[in-house]
Every structure is written in C-alpha cells, then in structure tokens.
C-alpha cells in the first residue's frame, strides 16, 4: 500500500460495541496486530504520521480512550484507568485479535499497561512512550483533576482549550513540544477545535479527569512486575511532563526491559513532532515480535 491509500483508509471512523462503551477506532495496514492507544486529550488519530509507516509492516489498531475522542460511555467507571483497560480487552476480543503488540503514549500508556495485566498472554511486546510514572505527578495535572470536580469545570476548559495564549504555555500544550508553531495548525484543527465545538466532548473530558485515579497508578510500582512481555522504552529526552531520569528508574521495575531509547528534544507528544524517528525506533524494536507472530 502507499502512504497515501494508508492515510485514507486510516481516516475512516469505525466503531465497535464494547459493553457499555461505544469504542471508536481506525484501523489500516496488514501484517501481525499493533494497537496503539493516545494521550490526553487526544485521539487515536494522533498516531497517522506513523500508521504510514508501520501499516506497511502491521495491521494498526488505534482506538479512541474512553471520553476522549469518539468513544463514548454511559458508565462511569469505564473512564477510569481499570475501567478502560477492561473495555479496550472486550473491544479487541469483538474484532478477533487474538495476539499484538501493545503502544502507549501520555495516559494511552497507562492505560496499556491496564490493558497488559488484563492480557498478559496476548500482549507480545509492550512499547511505552513518555507515560505516567508511580509516584511522579505532571505538571498541571492534579490541579486540572480538581478543577474536574467543581461546578462550571467544562466551561473553565473550553475557555483555557479556546484560548491561544493558554494553548502555547505551560497550562496548555507548551510543555508537549519544542516546536511551539506546531501547536497551532493542523494539531489545533484535528485535536482542540473538537472539544471547544462540542459541549459533550467536554464534558466527557472532565469526567475523565475526574476518574484517572494517581491512587491507582502509584500501585504499579508493584504491578509492574507483572507485566512480564518484552517492554520497550521510546522516550522523548526533553519532556518536562514525564522527565527521562524518573522513567529510566521506573525501567527497572519491569522483569524483562528489552530496550531504552531515546528522541533528543522530543517532549510529549514525539508521535506529532518526530514521527519518522519514532516510527523507525518502533519498528526496530518490534520485529522481533512481528516475527514471532507470523511464526
């Protein structure tokens, strides 16, 4: 397939019934299954710089988080981190994936590694990409999780999500890359139009907030060790969200690391800043598992 035909059948909205989530996904490529889950507060079309690439070698599976993007629920706890890992299991067993390689990036990685516990015997390679670290909490973040809770929170993010000053600082998206132009344009039109356009997208982002538990993610400085699959480490060197040196030590909490690698001024979102270099970096560290796969 060329890119281009890649970037077209990605481009279409799929949904599938997963409980009681209504999970929207794209899907494009062919070859052994690689899911890739997004961050806040995203989509799963952030990962298309890359589904060019990587849909030559794999069928690509990016699925929308619950409350973010398209995927939709009526039940609370499905926003909640144990809650998402259990809806994307129903999700992928209602399109027959049976084995794959697992992708987070931002919270899409914390929520893999719900996803992973859940299906330790069918995830063959897990890569995380500047996620959420036990014990470390982001910038803003708490102070967003609080603001969640209170009267009028859709109203408070629409304005800071409406405004381009708050877009490029460090409330906003200006802790996410280096580049800060990128902020403005396509990412802008794809990601934080949406959410200012329609109230109920907002509103679904304030309850994710509010259900993404820290309470719950410093427990995987045990769990962790569960997650016995090969686990690759792409990070970017230059994120103050989720800095290198605390992720390196978190490294050490899984049983089989199979790589640490890293993107100098990437920042969060390397995905949409320097696809091309994380694309490659993805595919090296997956062959193995493609391989074994088809095997």
Not at 16 to 27: D, E, H, L, M, P
Request: glycine share 8%; charged share 15%.
């Amino acid at each position: 397939m060329t890119r281009l035909e890649i970037a077209a059948e990605f481009a279409t909205r799929h949904f599938v019934q997963a409980g009681s989530a209504r999970v929207c996904y794209r899907k494009a490529g062919k070859g052994p299954a690689l899911v890739l889950l997004h961050g806040f507060p995203l989509s799963g079309f952030t990962w298309r710089k890359i589904v060019a690439v990587l849909a030559q070698h794999f069928t690509c599976y990016a699925f929308d988080l619950v409350g973010l993007g398209d995927t939709t629920s009526a039940v609370a706890t499905d926003f909640a981190s144990e809650g998402q890992g259990g809806v994307f299991r129903s999700a992928l067993r209602a399109l027959n994936v049976s084995t794959y390689a697992l992708v987070g990036n931002d919270t899409g990685g914390w929520i893999a590694r719900e996803l992973a516990l859940r299906e330790p015997d069918r995830v063959r390679h897990l890569v995380l990409t500047n996620t959420e670290i036990p014990g470390h909490r982001p910038p803003w973040i708490p102070l967003y999780q609080t603001l969640s809770t209170l009267p009028g929170a859709a109203l408070v993010f629409r304005q800071v999500l409406s405004s381009r000053l708050m877009r490029h600082s460090g409330m906003g998206f200006g802790g996410c890359f280096t580049n800060l132009d990128l902020i403005d344009g396509e990412f802008t039109e794809l990601f934080v139009a949406p959410l200012v356009a329609a109230p109920g997208r907002i509103e679904s982002l304030v309850q994710f907030l509010a259900q993404m538990k820290f309470v719950r993610l410093d427990r995987f400085a045990q769990l962790h060790g569960k997650l016995t699959m090969p686990v690759t480490f792409v990070w970017g060197a230059a994120d103050v969200t989720f800095p290198e040196a605390a992720a390196r030590a978190m490294a050490l909490q899984f049983p089989s690391v199979a790589g640490f690698a890293t993107i100098p001024y990437g920042k969060l979102f390397i995905q949409e800043e320097f696809p091309d270099r994380l694309a490659a970096l993805l595919l090296d560290s997956l062959s193995g598992s493609a391989r074994q796969a088809i095997v």
